[in-house]
């Protein structure tokens, strides 16, 4: 049996974070709901506004933001009889930066925007 070391191992689970997340945002609607929640800023979005600002059935609406918060993107929160729907900054920055890093950490002109010869 072969042992992987620890930092094989935290890239494969990163690995694995990551796939799930990208999976989620794959949806055109789940990229809307997603998109609409970041622009609306730290203080969320109330479920009601959201499903008017994006236009789809509350039931559509709750299947795609279940998703989100699935995979940790999206949280809610109740405030009195008011749902509020908020983009996860942290989890979006953890995911911009693995991909940053990881994925381009073996082509530094890539990463640089510089053309490759």
């Known amino acids: 049996m072969t042992r992987r070391r620890p930092d094989a191992i935290l890239i494969s689970m990163k690995l694995e974070k990551a796939a799930k997340q990208l999976e989620a945002l794959g949806n ?4 809307k709901v997603y998109r609409t929640l970041v622009r609306a800023g730290h203080g969320g979005m109330p479920v009601g506004r959201l499903q ?3 236009g789809i ?3 559509t609406l709750s299947h795609h933001l279940h998703r989100l918060i699935l995979t940790g993107l999206v949280s809610q929160e109740r405030q009195a009889t008011t749902l509020i729907c908020r983009a ?3 989890i979006m920055h953890e995911l911009l930066g693995f991909l940053a890093d990881e994925c ?4 530094p002109a890539a990463a640089s925007g ?3 010869a």
Do not use: W
Request: hydrophobic share 40%; charged share 30%.
């Open 52 to 54: 008017d600002k994006i």
């Open 104 to 107: 381009c950490a073996d082509a």
């Open 88 to 90: 996860n900054y942290e």
């Open 114 to 116: 510089e053309a490759a």
């Open 57 to 59: 059935a509350a039931s």
């Open 28 to 31: 055109p609607t789940r990229l």
